[in-house]
């Protein structure tokens, strides 16, 4: 349950609001656990088949999130839509798709603390499907189940205040990072800002608030473990509003994050930089699967690994910068930059829109 407003003043630098949670000795020890997981993941990326654990994570994630608001594509169906294939299925459930794709690649220009980029967001994500997307709610919500009305959302003429505040406390509060992503993720589901898209947007957030403790989380499939876990992750969201704080969430989120952290690690990276032949291996088997085997012909040049590594990042990722693409190939900032200039003197690359908010396009079209 939603606490009163505290009526006391406030420093700017602290919340003028504190939303109702306890931190358990579980979370406790939860924090501790997934802190110390997160480099192995980290690293974990950085293995040869990395950009293809990133896509199939996206494929993942985005399809769980819808699947648990009811929409029935499969994950290769969701995987054609994003390579652009034709699919056939109701034209709203194929709308979800694209729209979360969308939304999910303009990830790296969001900022988790600010609430125009959840409207933002929101707007994307349900594009064509409702008519106040982007814009809260203007009349009452309910959540129902099989057997009625599980929970009344808080009255309309609320949501911006309790939206206003809840983004204050997020900003300004001093709890750890993994802690204010589940307190958020509750307290958003609480008030259920938004007519439709609550769901999807909300664990969208989440992974923002996550990216702020390790960029690893924007290819983390927090949802893909949500969704295998549907009925107790309803289960703590009601067992935390009966309670009136948030507690039973943030113990169960926790839960999750740990347990996808550890799920998803997969081979030790030094069995593959002992093999450093495969890694090549695998760099041209993805690059010939993404971009085509007679892309090189086409502008005349045989790429090497890097430059291919490059392309595939772009391509993988078009809203990425310089900055990102060296930190996930261990190249030097100025020689992406070098790779990037003559790619886009030569016509192998364009870029759409301005410096800041534009992305890029491999003109791998043949």
């Known amino acids: 349950m939603i606490a009163a407003h505290s009526i006391t003043m406030a420093k700017k630098s602290e919340p003028t609001y504190v939303p109702p949670f306890t931190v358990s000795a579980e ?85 988790a ?20 997307a982007g814009r809260y709610r203007r009349g009452g919500v309910g959540v129902f189940g099989n057997q009625g009305l599980i929970h009344l959302a808080p009255p309309a003429d609320r949501v911006p205040y309790l939206m206003g505040d809840l983004f204050n406390w997020l900003k300004y509060s001093k709890d750890h990072l993994l802690v204010r992503s589940c307190v958020f993720h509750y307290e958003f589901e609480f008030i259920h800002p938004f007519i439709d898209g609550n769901g999807r947007t909300g664990r969208l957030w989440q992974s923002l608030i996550l990216g702020k403790l390790h960029p690893l989380f924007e290819h983390l499939p927090v949802e893909n473990m949500v969704y295998a876990n549907q009925q107790a992750y309803y289960d703590a969201i009601t067992a935390s509003t009966k309670t009136g704080e948030s507690g039973p969430f943030i113990d169960f989120m926790l839960n999750e994050i740990y347990k996808t952290l550890i799920e998803h690690q997969g081979e030790p990276i030094t069995n593959a930089q002992n093999k450093p032949s495969e890694n090549k291996a695998e760099i041209d088997r993805a690059f010939d699967e993404k971009i085509g085997k007679k892309f090189g012909v086409k502008f005349g040049v045989k790429f090497g690994v890097n430059e291919k590594m490059v392309l595939l990042l772009l391509s993988e990722t078009p809203t990425i910068t310089a900055a990102e693409i060296a930190e996930h190939t261990g190249l030097s900032k100025r020689g992406v930059e070098k790779q990037i200039k003559k790619f886009r003197d030569m016509g192998i690359i364009s870029r759409i829109g301005s410096d800041k908010g534009g992305h890029w396009i491999v003109n791998a079209d043949l």
Not at 31 to 45: C, F, L, W
Not at 66 to 77: C, V
Not at 113 to 132: C, P, R, T, W, Y
């Open 27 to 111: 979370a406790i020890n939860l924090i501790a656990k997934i802190s110390g997981q997160i480099e192995r993941y980290a690293i974990r990326m950085e293995q040869s088949d990395g950009l293809r654990l990133r896509k199939a994570n996206r494929i993942r994630t985005i399809h769980s999130s819808l699947a648990i608001e009811g929409n029935t594509l499969t994950e290769d169906e969701v995987r054609d839509i994003i390579d652009g294939k034709t699919v056939v299925a109701p034209i709203r459930q194929i709308q979800e798709v694209k729209n979360a794709i969308e939304t999910y690649e303009m990830y790296p220009t969001l900022d």
């Open 113 to 132: 603390f600010n609430e125009k980029d959840l409207l933002k967001a929101h707007g994307v994500m349900m594009k064509a499907l409702i008519d106040d």
